[in-house]
């Protein structure tokens, strides 16, 4: 039998010859030697890589399957309806803002509302000081007895065709006039207790008890924000994209919220200093969420296209030239490619773009790795 270490002999050799080798190798201690040094030793690696390229094509060329297959997902691309939308900003309003005051000045005497406060139609708001007012009208209604007493004399008088008849329509007139003055005085005495005259929320109170309220002078607020719209300026180029009772979405980024509604009034004229017209939009409010100057987004859809071919924006490349393109999947079975084909790209949104010519639908188009793909290059799918 041999001795197995004669065959482990010339390997111990190498492998000592070859430590020495390294261990003898001392590099070089100044920095322009390093620098050599390091030259060189890219050289060197460029070279193998060189090589290493060279001996894989030589490879791929003896066996087509050894060549690397890039990985990649697809879908196909099927017909769908497109729609564009244009944002218009608006904000929330409200019609039913009401200011309550007096039609007679008078101190405030009580005020039984504040704000925030939910008050209904007909609710005692404020009592003001009149007191003035029911003086006069104890003075007028003294001064109408005497006048009735004069006229009830005159008139017997005149039944027996003593004095005259200009004495005795001047004691009638004197009386109507006086009971006109006293129907005046009462109803202004009525006016010294201030009521709601819709049902809402106490938004502002601008007096307090015991200020002076002039009359017409806005005592309180009352908001009623159960109903309210929305309201936009469109430009004029949407005219035709936006009709009355047509429902639209609106957005209220403050409350991450949408709904849709209808368009309830369209603006008859164009404002002639930004080019718009009005737009309200009715919204339900019974949850009393919608604040007046609430922001909000209102979507008009301005551009419909029925079976239309669209893609992800991000897979539609250009070349240097400006010509767009996407790959689809070549070839059948385990030889599968990347094929470039070029499109002509249309409108846009929400990350899809309507693609004109070039695809009519049922390609595999390419979607994740589509970025780093060359023409007819080889591809694998997940």
């Known amino acids: 039998m041999k001795n197995p270490f004669l065959f482990l002999l010339p390997i111990a050799l190498l492998i000592a010859s070859c430590s020495a080798s390294v261990n003898s190798e001392e590099g070089p201690e100044d920095l322009e030697g390093k620098r050599t040094l390091l030259e060189t030793k890219q050289s060197e ?52 803002i009401v200011y309550v005051s007096s039609e007679t000045g008078g101190r405030i005497l009580e005020l039984n509302v504040s704000e925030g406060q939910n008050i209904n139609k007909g609710q005692l708001i404020a009592r003001l000081d009149l007191e003035q007012v029911n003086k006069q009208i104890a003075e007028l209604e003294t ?104 429902q639209v979405t609106v957005k209220l980024p403050a409350l991450q919220e949408e709904r ?71 070839g059948e079975g385990k030889e599968l490619y990347a094929k470039k084909v070029y499109v002509e790209p249309g409108r846009s949104y929400q990350g899809d773009i309507i693609i004109k010519s070039g695809l009519e639908g049922g390609e595999v188009i390419v979607i994740e790795g589509a970025r780093g793909l060359t023409s007819n290059e080889l591809i694998t799918t997940r």
């Not at 309200?280 to 029925?306: C, F, H, M, Q």
């Open 143 to 246: 001064s109408l007895e005497l006048a009735q007493e004069v006229y009830e004399r005159q008139k017997r008088l005149w039944e027996q065709n003593i004095g005259s008849e200009i004495q005795y329509l001047e004691a009638e007139n004197n009386v109507k006039r006086l009971e006109k003055s006293l129907e005046t005085l009462e109803y202004q005495y009525t006016k010294s207790k201030l009521y709601a005259p819709i049902s809402g929320v106490v938004d502002v109170v601008m007096l307090k008890a015991g200020e002076m309220a002039g009359p017409g002078s806005p005592i309180v607020q009352i908001l009623n924000t159960r109903n309210v719209m929305v309201v936009a300026d469109v430009p004029e180029n949407y005219i035709q994209s936006i009709k009355k009772g047509e």
């Open 260 to 330: 849709m509604a209808r368009v309830t009034e369209i603006g008859r004229t164009i404002n002639a200093a930004n080019r718009t017209f009005h737009v309200e939009i009715d919204l339900d409010n019974r949850s009393g969420v919608l604040k007046p100057n609430l922001l909000a987004t209102v979507l008009v859809n301005d551009y419909t296209v029925e079976n239309a071919i669209a893609v992800p924006i991000e897979l539609v490349q250009q070349e240097v030239g400006g010509k767009s393109f996407v790959y689809v999947v070549g």
């Open 45 to 96: 690696l460029r070279e193998l890589q060189t090589e290493i390229a060279d001996l894989q094509k030589e490879i791929e060329s003896l066996d087509p399957s050894a060549k690397e297959r890039t990985l990649i997902t697809t879908d196909t691309v099927e017909p769908m309806e497109f729609k564009h939308f244009v944002e218009i900003q608006g904000s929330i309003q409200t019609d039913d």
